[in-house]
C-alpha cells in the first residue's frame, strides 16, 4: 500500500493527522541526514501498529511531501 505524507520536522511534538487524503506528520527530528525521514516513517508504523521495517520511503526522499511503501496492507 502506498500512502502520501507531508513531513513537518522540528516539531515540539509527535503527533499524525489526515487532511485532505494525505497524512500531515509532526516530527521532532530535524531534516538532516534523513533523521526526519525516517522518524516520519516509524511515526507510520505507529500509527497503523507495525513494524518499523515494513515501512520504507518510496518518493520525496528531499521534500516534504513524501510517498511510503507500507508492506502488508491493503
Given at each position: 500500500?502506498?500512502?502520501?505524507a507531508?513531513v513537518?520536522?522540528?516539531?515540539?511534538?509527535?503527533?499524525a493527522?489526515m487532511?485532505d487524503g494525505?497524512w500531515h506528520?509532526?516530527?521532532?527530528e530535524?531534516?538532516?541526514?534523513?533523521?526526519a525521514?525516517?522518524?516520519a516513517?516509524?511515526?507510520?508504523a505507529?500509527l497503523?501498529a507495525?513494524?518499523?521495517?515494513?515501512?520504507?520511503?518510496?518518493?520525496?526522499?528531499?521534500?516534504?511531501s513524501?510517498?511510503?511503501?507500507?508492506?502488508g496492507l491493503?
Amino acid at each position: 500500500m502506498r500512502v502520501r505524507a507531508r513531513v513537518h520536522p522540528g516539531s515540539r511534538q509527535v503527533k499524525a493527522e489526515m487532511r485532505d487524503g494525505e497524512w500531515h506528520l509532526w516530527v521532532k527530528e530535524p531534516p538532516v541526514d534523513g533523521k526526519a525521514n525516517d522518524a516520519a516513517a516509524a511515526a507510520l508504523a505507529a500509527l497503523f501498529a507495525i513494524a518499523k521495517s515494513r515501512v520504507r520511503l518510496a518518493a520525496g526522499a528531499g521534500s516534504r511531501s513524501k510517498v511510503f511503501e507500507i508492506e502488508g496492507l491493503n
